[in-house]
């Protein structure tokens, strides 16, 4: 018995950039290389956006197909705590595929994300809070999931769907949350603790952190699936090759990428001789292909009636030779404290959704609706003005009634 696991896809990641087809490349390559497996799962951020061009969906969409096409021994049994009806029968054709959402695939309950949509058209099964069992060479096959939720709700949904492993079966329960000590942006504090885990379970899978580690856990393992591509970079990701992961249902292998970058990064601070520093810094790497990825952080402050350097020509200079990202974390003396959270955000590479929502979070402190910030963030995006306008007011009261009177 072979279980295929990865996670943090991020297709569509760069869209239009000179990576733009990187991430579906990794899909690509950690699909073909699980096709031997029994059965896949993947634990969140399969996409980069929660609304992703339908350019990106269709090359996810024919990339998982492919599962479907190679015969499996694999039985379906059942499916616990959702609605046999949501999942489609089509998805059991092939090596089925099992999958949670993931962060950056949330929206709001009364909405589609990207990875129902996938289940919409049979080529995966979805689970948020929930459970699908099969059946491998005679094997129990359990397959707990919960999607990624906000992290301050994170303890509060887990607790509420209080997952037990299921007797004489292989338990593997996959969440995608930070969750202490693992923990992917000090802007989202974890509700969580791994200790909260509960104990049972043969194999606890983590998404959303973009490094991958294997540890073992409670009576079972901890995998940390790690990301395919690299996003925002932690130094800990230029350290290591990005790789799916086999289950046996004892021992996990992980088995690298082979098409992808390298990745070099490198801190400087900031000193009168940095462009030369940089310069010397590039030169010593030697040509790969496909291209490198170079990311320099510079660090250090400045006097306030000095110039911040510019960077761009180094990068346009060496163009042809990496991709380079040169991060500038200089901040003016005196103004530490003002640009904190916008340099934390930067440094984060947030999508511009979640500096609204920061920002929404931030001005709505004193309003009392008892409507998630979230939510009302979800449905603002979407254009809801009037509604959660109202819903502020006070002139309604729930999310529902505004859904229904539209509706009729
Ligand atoms: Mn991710």
């Known amino acids: 018995m072979l279980i295929g696991i990865f996670s943090d896809c991020h297709c569509g990641y760069k869209y239009g950039e000179e990576r733009w087809k990187d991430s579906f490349i990794a899909l690509n390559e950690a699909i073909d290389k699980t096709l031997d497996c029994d059965l896949i799962i993947m634990a969140g951020d399969l996409f980069d956006t929660r609304i992703p061009k339908p350019e990106v969906f269709a090359k996810v969409a024919k990339i998982l197909s492919k599962a479907q096409t190679i015969p499996s021994r694999t039985k379906f049994l059942e499916i616990i705590n959702k609605e046999k009806i949501e999942m489609s029968p089509l998805a059991l054709r092939g090596i089925p595929i099992v999958a949670i959402h993931g962060t950056h695939e949330k929206r709001s309950k009364h909405m589609i994300n990207p990875i129902q949509a996938l289940e919409h058209a049979g080529l995966l099964i979805h689970l948020h809070c929930a459970t699908a069992v099969f059946e491998i060479e005679g094997r129990k096959v359990a397959i707990?999931?919960?999607?990624?939720?906000?992290?301050?709700?994170?303890?509060?949904?887990?607790?509420q769907w209080n997952p037990k492993p299921i007797p004489n079966a292989l338990n593997i329960i996959m969440i995608h949350q930070s969750i202490e000590p693992y923990i992917y942006s000090p802007l989202e504090p974890p509700s969580m603790k791994i200790e909260d885990l509960p104990k049972g379970f043969d194999l606890y899978v983590l998404g959303h952190m973009?490094?991958?580690?294997?540890?073992?856990?409670?009576?079972?393992?901890?995998?940390?699936?790690?990301?395919?591509?690299?996003?925002?970079?932690?130094?800990?990701?230029s350290e290591q090759e990005k790789c799916i992961h086999k289950y046996d249902g004892e021992n996990i292998k992980s088995i690298p990428?082979?098409?992808?970058?390298?990745?070099?990064?490198?801190?400087?601070?900031?000193?009168p001789n940095i462009k030369e520093n940089i310069e010397t810094f590039i030169s010593t790497i030697s040509p790969f292909k496909p291209k490198?990825?170079?990311?320099?952080?510079?660090?250090?402050?400045?006097?306030?009636?000095?110039?911040?350097?510019?960077?761009?020509?180094?990068?346009?200079?060496?163009?042809?030779?990496?991709?380079?990202?040169?991060?500038?974390?200089?901040?003016?003396e005196g103004f530490k404290e003002q640009i904190e959270m916008l340099k934390l955000l930067k440094e984060q590479r947030l999508p511009p959704e979640e500096h609204g929502l920061k920002i929404l979070q931030e001005n709505l402190k004193q309003v009392n609706c008892g409507i998630r910030v979230d939510e009302i963030f979800e449905y603002l995006v979407d254009g809801n003005i009037d509604l959660i306008f109202n819903i502020l007011t006070g002139k309604q009261t729930t999310l529902k009634s505004g859904l229904e009177k539209w509706a009729s």
């Open 210 to 237: 973009h490094w991958h580690e294997t540890r073992i856990f409670k009576e079972g393992q901890l995998l940390v699936c790690g990301s395919t591509v690299p996003t925002t970079i932690h130094k800990i990701e």
């Open 292 to 332: 490198p990825i170079i990311n320099i952080k510079v660090k250090g402050s400045i006097k306030r009636d000095q110039l911040i350097p510019s960077f761009s020509k180094i990068e346009e200079k060496y163009k042809d030779k990496a991709i380079i990202n040169i991060n500038k974390n200089i901040e003016f």
């Open 257 to 271: 990428l082979e098409n992808q970058r390298k990745i070099f990064w490198k801190e400087f601070e900031f000193n």
């Open 144 to 159: 707990h999931g919960m999607s990624g939720v906000s992290d301050r709700y994170a303890k509060d949904v887990f607790e």
